[in-house]
């Protein structure tokens, strides 16, 4: 018995480096806000001081470079109109509520 395959499913398609740039901005972006989870998690299990300010320090870090990301999305119009005027996750930092 003879078997045939559309020649569509052979075709070699190659990313274009904007495609490239694009998946890897997501993909990172996609990373980040899990570290970011990671961190909020880690900061609210834990009780020893010197932890304390080891996940502030953290939350504090990967939210820089989740807000640089979001930004770098935007300018490539990788966002939808409505997320880039507002961020998806809480800004409010561990340092925040422990001082406020």
């Known amino acids: 018995m003879k078997m045939f395959f559309s020649q569509s499913s052979?075709?070699?398609r190659t990313?274009?480096?904007k495609e490239i740039e694009r998946n890897a901005l997501l993909s990172d972006l996609e990373k980040t806000k899990k570290a970011?989870?990671?961190a909020y998690a880690g900061f609210d299990n834990v009780t020893e001081p010197d932890l304390?300010?080891?996940y502030?320090?953290?939350v504090n870090s990967v939210m820089k470079r989740y807000k640089f990301l979001l930004?770098?999305?935007a300018a490539l119009s990788?966002?939808?109109e409505e997320n880039v005027h507002c961020a998806?996750?809480?800004t409010e930092t561990p340092a925040t509520t422990l001082i406020g």
Request: hydrophobic fraction near 40%.
């Open 88 to 90: 998806p996750l809480s």
């Open 15 to 17: 990313l274009t480096e």
């Open 52 to 54: 304390i300010d080891c």
């Open 78 to 80: 990788l966002l939808p």
């Open 56 to 58: 502030i320090y953290e």
């Open 10 to 12: 052979r075709v070699n």
């Open 71 to 73: 930004e770098q999305a």
């Open 36 to 38: 970011l989870e990671i």
